[in-house]
């Protein structure tokens, strides 16, 4: 589970395979010595080793960890198959390499003259973070994880997750963040900055909708149909286009 | 003398059974409207119970249904009987930590389930708590909060809807059986067969339930054809109403319709028989806690506080 710490990247992978080997090959060497000493012994302890693993439900768990998982993401970090709708880039601002790739990389901390807005906003831990701890400096329709590796903005959660690790597990697990689509078949995953803007995380507040009647108020009137009051919810979400299914006020 | 008078017609005594079997059969003659010639008034009349009704029943009384509720709403219902499916038992999970008492999933409850507008029936109540007392006092909760936005500073909400009790009152008590737990343990009402007596209202603890004081009224072109006979067609005046998990929905695998619409994913929903359905996990990894537990109802209704 602790997932959001992993590295993937190609040369990690690598390292992790030869560790693999290397852990085999002691694990063997260290069975050969047990079994020259005391062979009983070793097969005493590889039973219970699988009976626990049997019984234990965590480690039961881990052995049966075949998630089903999309195309779009690599590894087995434990992303269930999900569809997301793409990233809410702002109009006309994606790819950023349509105006960035010719420009030089200034690395420097200054005050900026085109995503004026962005930096006026930026409220999210911003006294330790520059654009280019995220942003990709070399290809800038990637994001960038602190191992290295480079994702795409779809799977943006590796990035999110790197400090918030737990409520990444959680998002996996389907409970932070909202689902739609069909509870014992597909879900439909919101990726963070579906609802969190990820320049400035924290959730804006609502106008909530009106309270119930009082009963004291409740009275019996004559109406005409056009007189019936209203669902209040059609001013923010209107009737007629399918709003059920969609996302959360645009903000 | 005595005996003179009670060989007369007129003092012949009637005893008081006899007098009050008469009574009971004349008062009943006038409760049925023997004028009403109507073919379809008879069959609603002498319709069976759900759980009695075999497929062809069913299908008729949905037939007979969809008719009147075109004649009087001018709407084109198409009314399921989805059954229960098998191997699912509905939980749900409303994350306190989360919730910001907006009231969205007051309102989608309203539009997916036809409540009457007028008078006004919501099916979920959103209380407000201050925080840092010592426990979740019920009695100073606030439900008519309308501050101009949410989250306020100082507070906590906490929706309440139908728990969906493994052990509910309400159906103890309904004299009618006109509400049962289903397999998948959603209670549910049937609205033909609620006498309007309200035992049930005074039963629940969670005050879950609604009374249609008068016949609903809602826009027509708010009206939501797709329903259940067990779920959101139209209601009539004097019958009990309540949250039924959106059966129309979930039955067919979607997500209630309060799920769906709340901003910050605050409800969760799924199979608490399936081991890896969102509510297991909660309920596995988070601190949950049921409403008036030591009631025993065992409700279905997971609230837990994820952060």
């Known amino acids: 589970m602790n997932s959001c710490n992993r590295n993937d990247g190609g040369n990690d992978r690598k390292s992790t395979s030869n560790n693999i080997e290397y852990i085999k090959q002691e694990r063997s060497g260290l069975s050969d010595m047990l079994i020259k000493q005391k062979g009983s012994l070793a097969v005493f302890v590889f039973i219970v080793a699988v009976l626990v693993s049997f019984m234990h439900p965590a ?16 590894g087995d970090d434990g992303i269930p198959e999900f569809f997301v709708p793409p990233p809410p880039f702002s109009e006309g601002i994606f790819p950023c390499s349509q105006c960035h790739a010719d420009m030089v990389v ?13 930096q006026n906003m930026f409220k999210h831990a911003e006294k330790q973070r520059w654009c280019l701890d995220c942003h990709n400096p070399d290809d800038r329709d990637r994001l960038r994880l602190a191992s290295g590796r480079l994702i795409t903005f779809e799977e943006s959660y590796y990035l999110c997750g790197q400090c918030h690790g737990t409520i990444f597990r959680d998002w996996k697990a389907g409970v932070h963040g909202k689902r739609t689509g069909m509870w014992n078949g597909k879900k439909e995953y919101r990726l963070c900055v579906h609802c969190h803007n990820p320049h400035a995380p924290r959730f804006k507040p609502l106008k909530p909708l009106p309270p119930p009647i ?16 209203s669902n209040p919810l059609n001013k923010i979400f209107p009737l007629k286009t399918d709003s059920r299914s969609k996302n959360a006020e645009g903000n | 003398m005595p005996k003179e008078i009670k060989g007369h017609n007129l003092s012949k005594s009637i005893s008081r059974r006899g007098f009050l079997k008469g009574a009971a059969l004349g008062l009943a003659s006038t409760a049925i409207p023997l004028g009403q010639a109507d073919a379809s008034f008879w069959e609603a009349y002498l319709q069976k119970h759900f759980r ?21 709403y001018d709407v084109n219902f198409n009314i399921k009987t989805t059954k229960a499916m098998p191997g699912t038992l509905f939980g749900y999970g409303l994350d306190l930590s989360r919730c910001i008492g907006c009231r969205r999933c007051v309102y989608a409850c309203v539009r997916e389930n036809n409540q009457s507008r007028d008078p006004q029936i919501h099916w979920i109540t ?71 007596c309200r035992y049930c209202m005074a039963s629940c603890p969670y005050g879950a339930r609604r009374f249609n004081l008068a016949k609903p009224r809602i826009r027509k072109e708010e009206l939501n054809p797709e329903s259940h006979y067990l779920g959101n067609r139209p209601r009539y005046a004097g019958v009990v109403e309540k949250c039924i998990f959106c059966v129309q929905r ?42 008036k537990e030591d009631l025993n109802t065992y409700p279905k209704f997971y609230y837990f506080f994820a952060t």
């Not at chain 2, 009695?52 to 009087?72: G, H, P, S, T």
């Not at chain 2, 209670?187 to 006498?195: A, G, H, Q």
């Not at chain 2, 081991?275 to 596995?284: A, N, T």
């Open chain 2, 52 to 72: 009695e009704m075999n497929e062809d029943e069913l299908r008729a009384v949905i037939k007979r249904l969809e008719k009147e509720y075109a004649e009087e």
């Open chain 1, 59 to 74: 480690v039961a768990a881990a052995g049966s960890n075949g998630v089903e998982v999309n195309g779009a993401n690599s």
């Open chain 1, 214 to 229: 009082k009963p004291g108020d409740i009275k019996y009137r004559k109406l005409s149909p056009d007189e019936i009051p």
């Open chain 1, 106 to 118: 200034n690395k420097k901390r200054r005050k900026l003259y085109y995503h004026t807005n962005i």
């Open chain 2, 250 to 291: 979930t039955r067919a695998g979607r997500y209630p319709a309060c799920v769906e619409i709340c901003p910050v994913g605050a409800r969760k929903f799924g199979n608490l028989l399936d081991p890896k359905s969102e509510i297991r996990y909660c309920i596995e990894n988070k601190r949950v806690f049921r409403l």
């Open chain 2, 126 to 196: 959103v209380l407000r708590f201050k925080k840092g007392e010592k426990w979740i006092d019920l009695e100073e909760s606030e439900k008519y909060y309308y501050p101009e936005a949410v989250p306020e500073e100082g507070y906590f909400y906490m929706p309440v809807q139908c728990q969906q009790c493994e052990n509910p009152p309400c159906v103890r008590v309904c004299p009618t059986q006109a509400t049962w737990k289903e397999p998948d343990g959603i209670v549910v009402i049937d609205y033909n067969w609620c006498i309007g």
